[in-house]
């Protein structure tokens, strides 16, 4: 798959666009303010694999409290900020990037405040255009749909660009799936710059997790997409997961195990639900990537260890162990997991 090319910005260490990997973000839910507590949730996305946090920033003692937060984070933080650009001036001597809407910013001179200590610092801006907050006339003349997305977000890019300013990305975010993604389509010929994708409130991890694999999925797979953010009303190690999940899924990201495991139907003689849930628990750290299958019974199992570097074949109380589609090992059911963990890490050893 060909990615848009896309011009690379980079947040602290973190390259965006381009041929950078993508990236996944997230965003803390605590008060900014409390240090504490947004420290310990940045560490929590950081050990989940999050690469960029952002922090919402809604009056000074927020703006004020990145200052300790920033020095202390491990990931590279952006300052969340609507209408008061006093707190986009504050923050920006902080912080590893602004996410505002330059046209609800205010006056041209205030945008212009805004931008230059962005520039002076080096700091990326992020427009992300929302289709619950844009601005008046776009709505008032297209609704909120996709022309008045399109509409908000070459408005909000030219305020910058006339300032000079190109170190841009952009979001165009909405609770709508199929709204999302033709605003993004549209949107990607027009402008050289990176695209962050989201679904805006897009629900608990169930729905959330479909709604963001049909929309972050194909974008990605149309080569749309350069940084990404799964929104979910849940644990912030669950956005990363599914974040996580549909880069891995959408050939993106080859880290880690591609586990191919089967829906099972009556054939089923085993207690395969134990033994995929076990496998996924003792391979989540690696990071090596490996296609291994786990199937219910020999109908297809031999087909899917063809292409599989390791796979079980359960039986009735026993089962086949398979490297690269050769047996290697007929055992009884007990013992399948373990020799299948076994040969992984003989697979990962044999790679050096
Ligand atoms: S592999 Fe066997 S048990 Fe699993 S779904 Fe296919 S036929 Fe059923």
Redesign the pocket.
């Known amino acids: 798959m060909q990615r848009y090319p896309t011009k690379q910005i980079k947040i602290r260490n973190v390259l965006i666009g381009g041929d950078a990997p993508i990236s996944v973000q997230s965003m803390t839910f605590s008060k900014t303010k409390d240090v504490k507590g947004t420290l310990e949730q940045i560490n929590r996305l950081y050990f989940a694999g999050c690469d960029i946090v952002r922090c919402a920033v809604l009056d000074k003692d927020d703006a004020a409290a990145l200052k300790e937060i920033v020095k202390l984070s491990p990931l590279p933080v952006v300052a969340d900020i609507h209408f008061n650009y006093r707190l986009a001036l504050i923050a920006s001597e902080f912080v590893d990037g602004v996410r505002i809407n330059p046209g609800n910013i205010g006056s041209k001179e205030r945008i212009k405040a805004v931008v230059d200590a962005c520039k002076e610092r080096n700091l990326p801006i992020r427009i992300g255009v929302n289709s619950g907050s844009l601005e008046e006339q776009f709505e008032q003349k297209y609704g909120r749909s996709v022309e008045a997305m399109v509409a908000s977000a070459l408005y909000n890019i030219k305020l910058l660009e006339d300032f000079g300013f190109t170190d841009i990305k952009i979001s165009l975010k909405s609770s709508d799936v199929a709204r999302t993604m033709r605003a993004y389509e549209e949107l990607r010929p027009k402008v050289i710059y990176p695209f962050h994708l989201g679904v805006t409130e897009a629900g608990t991890t169930f729905h959330a997790t479909i709604k963001s694999a049909i929309a972050l999925g194909g974008l990605l797979l149309k080569g749309i997409g350069d940084t990404m953010r799964v929104s979910i009303t849940g644990e912030l190690e669950e956005e990363i997961k599914v974040a996580k999940a549909i880069l891995k899924d959408s050939g993106l990201q080859k880290e880690g195990l591609n586990i191919i495991s089967?829906?099972?139907?009556?054939?089923?003689q085993s207690d395969?639900m134990s033994a995929i849930k076990l496998v996924e628990e003792k391979t989540k750290h690696i990071k090596e990537p490996l296609n291994v299958s786990v199937?219910?019974?020999?109908?297809?199992?031999i087909g899917e260890a063809k292409g599989a570097d390791v796979a079980i074949a359960?039986g009735k109380g026993n089962g086949l162990i398979m490297r690269r589609g050769e047996v290697v090992a007929k055992l009884k059911e007990s013992e399948l997991v373990d020799r299948f963990l076994l040969e992984i890490d003989e697979e990962i050893k044999s790679r050096g």
């Open positions: 089967c829906p099972t139907c009556g054939r089923l395969l199937m219910g019974c020999v109908v297809n199992a359960f």
